[in-house]
C-alpha cells in the first residue's frame, strides 16, 4: 500500500491545533528515525508556535516551551534524544545556519521543528514533513506534506489515528 504523501485537516480552534500536536507527538514517538525536520510555515498568528508547543509537551517538556524568535534556537533533551527548536524569521540565508550548529544538528538522536521555514527554503526542501498553517475565517486549514519516505509514514499512521 503506498503511503500518504499529503494529509489536510480543518482545526476550528486553538485547542484543534494543541490537540493534532500531541497526536503527531504520539505518532513521531512511534514511527519517526532517528533523525526528523519537520517545517511549519504560515502567516503570524497562524498558530506555528501553538503547534510546537503542544507537540514538545506532548513528547515531555515538563517545563515552559519558550517561543525561539530571539534565541534563533531552543533545544530540549526528551529521552534519548534531543528536540531542537528553530525560529529563521531573522536569518538571512543559509549561511547563517552555520551559527547556528545547524549540520550538527541534523544527526542522528536530533528531531528538528523549524518555524519561517520559507526563509531558507533550499534547506526546507530537505524536511521530512511540512506543514502549513493558513486562516480559513476564524479557523485554520492544516496541509501537512510528506517529503521523504519518513515523513510519508508519519502521514500514514496519522491518517490510521484518525488525525
Request: proline content about 5%; charged content about 20%.
Amino acid at each position: 500500500m503506498r503511503e500518504p504523501e499529503q494529509l489536510t485537516l480543518a482545526l476550528p480552534d486553538e485547542s484543534a491545533t494543541r490537540a493534532f500536536g500531541g497526536a503527531l507527538a504520539r505518532t513521531l514517538g512511534a514511527v519517526a528515525p532517528s533523525a526528523f525536520l519537520l517545517t511549519l510555515q504560515g502567516d503570524l498568528g497562524a498558530g506555528k508556535t501553538t503547534l510546537a508547543r503542544a507537540l514538545l509537551g506532548a513528547l515531555g517538556v515538563a517545563g515552559p516551551v519558550r517561543s525561539p524568535t530571539y534565541t534563533l534556537l531552543e533545544s530540549y533533551p526528551i529521552g534519548g534524544r534531543v528536540v531542537h527548536h528553530l525560529d529563521w524569521y531573522r536569518l538571512g540565508g543559509a549561511e547563517d545556519l552555520e551559527g547556528l550548529g545547524f549540520r550538527e544538528l541534523c544527526t542522528a538522536g536530533h528531531w528538528l521543528i523549524v518555524e519561517w521555514p520559507e526563509r531558507i527554503p533550499a534547506v526546507a526542501a530537505g524536511a521530512d514533513l511540512a506543514i502549513e498553517l493558513r486562516y480559513e475565517g476564524v479557523a485554520r486549514r492544516l496541509t501537512a506534506l510528506g517529503r521523504t519516505v519518513a515523513g510519508r509514514r508519519v502521514l500514514a499512521a496519522l491518517s490510521e489515528d484518525g488525525a
